[in-house]
């Protein structure tokens, strides 16, 4: 070995929505570009990107490998990072390390990356409309109100005033 390489890495965020926060149960890509700016080659490279602070709801699938990164060459590495449900809203302080087989290790990188914890859709009701005209009703008197004996159809308005999609609801 006799010139060493110069490892730089430029950082790229995606999540689902684009919003750049990771929500819950969604999943982002750390995208690295790692360039070899030396003059020597780089060999075993190891892509690894931890939290300063252990979440379990955090999980980042690292510790990609390279096998040589030749000067002036430039590789595309992802790093898929899921938010569990259980998430917090909270910001995580992410370590991206680049180590190499004889030790020209890149300096550590930081990404700054908030979370934010699932949000519940809240439904309320928001009004009701009568109708005792028409097909399927059987109304004693067609004033649009709901009497003793009568087969109306009704027809309920619900408003999610959440934060979240209301799915799946009856």
Do not use: C, W
């Not at 302080?93 to 680049?98: E, G, R, T």
């Amino acid at each position: 070995r006799e010139l060493p390489p110069d490892i730089f890495v430029e950082l790229n965020f995606e999540d689902g929505n684009n919003n750049g926060i990771l929500e819950a149960n969604e999943v982002a890509l750390l995208n690295l570009s790692i360039t070899n700016r030396g003059k020597g080659t780089a060999q075993g490279l190891v892509v690894n990107v931890s939290p300063l602070n252990h979440d379990p709801n955090l999980i980042i699938e690292d510790g990609v490998q390279i096998p040589f990164l030749y000067a002036d060459q430039t590789t595309q590495v992802s790093i898929p990072i899921k938010a569990g449900f259980g998430i917090g809203t909270v910001q995580h302080k992410l370590k991206i390390m680049v180590t190499e087989h004889y030790g020209y290790d890149m300096d550590p990188a930081y990404l700054v990356l908030s979370s934010l914890e699932y949000q519940e859709p809240n439904l309320v009701f928001a009004g009701l409309e009568v109708f005792d005209v028409g097909q399927g009703t059987a109304a004693l008197n067609e004033d649009g109100k709901v009497q003793a004996s009568e087969q109306v159809r009704v027809k309920l308005v619900l408003q999610n005033i959440g934060k979240n999609i209301a799915e799946d609801t009856r």
